[in-house]
Structure formats: C-alpha cells, structure tokens
C-alpha cells in the first residue's frame, strides 16, 4: 500500500525558514505529480505547490510565489517544500500529496495523502 511520510516541520519564528520532506514508499515520484496542500485550523485544505512528473513544471499558490521551493530527489523518492521568509498566515498542518495527473493543484484530483506534519510560525 501507498504510504507518503512527511517530515521537518516544527515551530519558527516569523522571517525564518523550513524545509519540508516527503518520501514515498510503494510509489515512485518521478512518475507522479506530487503536491503540497496546508490545512490551517478551522479552514479548509488549501493548494501549496506541484511539481509535474511530465516537465516537471512547478506551481505555486499565490500566496507563497517567490517564498517556497518544491523539489524532486528521484534517486531518494522524496519531495521538499522549501519554505522561506515565513509568516504567521503560513501556520497549518502540511501535507505531501501524489497523482498520476499531470497538472493538478485540486485536492479532489490527489488519491494518495501523507498523514501531515505541523509548522507553526510565531509573531
């Protein structure tokens, strides 16, 4: 079975930095597009960033355009989410997500989650 570990996230004070793992077991990354969402309290799962298995072509929501890297190690299966110049509103639990669409930045369109990791930015 499908299972995505998420890892490194942690509390960081506001400006500062983090970077998000995610490796894959029984799912081979170069050949999936893989996401981030975040799910802050009380609101619902939002769109982080993409990279395509096709171009790998990135996206990004416009809220972390310019602050946040996602990458691909094939030879490790894992992804990351570099994550700087971080903010408050940045606060939420992160999650690595997989699919065999080619571009896709829709929750609905992922079937395969990891279970999250929690990044807290302080003010």
């Known amino acids: 079975q499908v299972q995505l570990v998420e890892s490194g996230g942690g509390l960081v004070q506001f400006g500062g930095s983090l970077r998000l793992s995610c490796v894959a077991f029984r799912l081979t990354v170069s050949v999936y597009t893989m996401g981030w969402f975040r799910q802050a309290p009380g609101k619902e799962r939002e769109f982080v960033a993409a990279?395509?298995?096709?171009?790998?072509?990135?996206e990004y929501t416009d809220s972390v355009e310019g602050r946040f890297a996602i990458s691909r190690d094939n030879a490790k299966n894992t992804i990351y989410l570099e994550m700087n110049n971080l903010k408050p509103e940045d606060t939420a639990v992160y999650y690595c997500a997989a699919t065999r669409v080619s571009s896709a930045t829709s929750r609905t369109e992922y079937p395969f989650w990891g279970q999250g990791t929690q990044v807290t930015v302080s003010s």
């Open positions: 990279i395509g298995w096709i171009s790998s072509r990135t």
